[in-house]
C-alpha cells in the first residue's frame, strides 16, 4: 500500500483545484450533498482499482453519483441495522421496569449484555466497512455490497492494511481539521474534503493487485532467432 500516493495524488491532477472546490462546496449541501460525496467516493475507488493515472474523478454523470451514492448509503444503513434494533431491545426493559429496585437490576444485566454484543457488532461494522466498499464498487451491484460473507472473509484476509487505513486516516482527519480552522473556518470543508478522498484512495488500495505491465519481456525460449542474412556470390576476376 503506497499511503505517499494517497496524499499526493489529488495535486497530480490537472484539474485537482476545481475539482476539490466543488466538493468542498457540495459538502455544504445537505443530503443530496452526501449523497453525492459518496458516488464520487465510489467512482474514485473504482478508478483506483483500475489503475486509472489519473483517478481524481470528472464533476460529471450527476445522475450516476446520485444513484450510487444512494445505493452505498442504503448498504451502510442495512449493515447497521441491527445495532438500531438492539437499541430498541436495550430501551424495552427500561420502560416495562419502571423504577423498581429489582426491575432496574434486571433491566441494568439486560442492557449490559445487548450493549456488549452491541459494541462488538460495531466493531465489526467498522472493519468491514472497506471491504463492502471495494466490493459495491467493483461491480455497482447493490446486492454485492450485502455479500456478508465475502466481505467478512475479505476483511478477515486484509485486517493489516485495513488496521493501517483507520489509523492513517483518523490522523488525516485530525491534519484536515486542524488546517482547516487556521483558514478561517471555511477552508474546513475543503480539507475535509480531501481528507475523504485521501481515505478512500488508501480504501482501494486495500488487497490490490499490482498492475500488470503493458507488453510482458518475452522469455529467451520465446525469443524469434536471428534472419539470417542471404549468400553473396563473389565474382573470380
Same mark, same amino acid.
Given at each position: 500500500?503506497? /499511503?505517499? &500516493?494517497?496524499?499526493?495524488?489529488?495535486?497530480?491532477?490537472?484539474?485537482?483545484?476545481?475539482?476539490?472546490?466543488?466538493?468542498?462546496?457540495? !459538502?455544504?449541501?445537505?443530503?443530496?450533498?452526501?449523497?453525492? !460525496?459518496?458516488?464520487?467516493?465510489?467512482?474514485?475507488?473504482?478508478?483506483?482499482?483500475?489503475?486509472?493515472?489519473?483517478?481524481?474523478?470528472?464533476?460529471? &454523470?450527476?445522475?450516476?453519483? /446520485?444513484?450510487?451514492?444512494?445505493?452505498?448509503? +442504503? /448498504?451502510?444503513?442495512?449493515?447497521?441495522?441491527?445495532?438500531?434494533?438492539?437499541?430498541?431491545?436495550?430501551?424495552?426493559?427500561?420502560?416495562?421496569?419502571?423504577?423498581?429496585?429489582?426491575?432496574?437490576?434486571?433491566?441494568?444485566?439486560?442492557?449490559?449484555?445487548?450493549?456488549?454484543?452491541?459494541?462488538?457488532?460495531?466493531?465489526?461494522?467498522? @472493519?468491514?466497512?472497506?471491504?463492502?466498499? +471495494?466490493?459495491?464498487?467493483?461491480?455497482?451491484?447493490?446486492?454485492?455490497?450485502?455479500?456478508?460473507?465475502?466481505?467478512?472473509?475479505?476483511?478477515?484476509?486484509?485486517?493489516?492494511?485495513?488496521?493501517?487505513?483507520?489509523?492513517?486516516?483518523?490522523?488525516?482527519?485530525?491534519?484536515?481539521?486542524?488546517?482547516?480552522?487556521?483558514?478561517?473556518? +471555511?477552508? @474546513?470543508?475543503?480539507?475535509?474534503?480531501?481528507?475523504?478522498?485521501?481515505?478512500?484512495? !488508501?480504501?482501494?488500495? +486495500?488487497?490490490?493487485?499490482?498492475?500488470?505491465?503493458?507488453?510482458?519481456?518475452?522469455?529467451?525460449?520465446?525469443?524469434?532467432?536471428?534472419?539470417?542474412?542471404?549468400?553473396?556470390?563473389?565474382?573470380?576476376?
Amino acid at each position: 500500500m503506497d /499511503i505517499g &500516493k494517497s496524499f499526493g495524488f489529488v495535486f497530480e491532477d490537472k484539474k485537482w483545484i476545481e475539482k476539490v472546490l466543488i466538493g468542498g462546496i457540495l !459538502m455544504l449541501v445537505p443530503i443530496l450533498g452526501s449523497i453525492l !460525496m459518496l458516488g464520487y467516493a465510489v467512482e474514485l475507488v473504482r478508478n483506483v482499482r483500475k489503475h486509472e493515472m489519473e483517478p481524481l474523478p470528472e464533476w460529471d &454523470k450527476w445522475g450516476e453519483k /446520485i444513484t450510487d451514492g444512494l445505493k452505498l448509503l +442504503i /448498504i451502510y444503513f442495512l449493515w447497521s441495522l441491527p445495532l438500531v434494533i438492539l437499541g430498541f431491545i436495550i430501551m424495552i426493559p427500561l420502560a416495562i421496569t419502571g423504577d423498581s429496585d429489582t426491575g432496574s437490576t434486571i433491566a441494568g444485566l439486560f442492557s449490559t449484555c445487548f450493549g456488549c454484543f452491541a459494541f462488538l457488532y460495531a466493531i465489526v461494522v467498522w @472493519l468491514a466497512t472497506p471491504g463492502l466498499v +471495494i466490493k459495491f464498487a467493483e461491480t455497482g451491484e447493490f446486492s454485492d455490497g450485502l455479500k456478508f460473507g465475502e466481505i467478512l472473509n475479505f476483511t478477515k484476509e486484509h485486517l493489516g492494511q485495513i488496521f493501517v487505513v483507520i489509523v492513517v486516516s483518523w490522523l488525516v482527519y485530525m491534519l484536515a481539521g486542524l488546517f482547516g480552522t487556521l483558514l478561517c473556518i +471555511i477552508g @474546513l470543508v475543503f480539507t475535509m474534503f480531501w481528507a475523504s478522498l485521501v481515505q478512500y484512495h !488508501m480504501i482501494a488500495q +486495500i488487497g490490490l493487485a499490482p498492475e500488470p505491465p503493458e507488453r510482458p519481456m518475452e522469455t529467451l525460449s520465446q525469443a524469434k532467432p536471428a534472419e539470417e542474412l542471404p549468400e553473396t556470390s563473389q565474382s573470380n576476376e
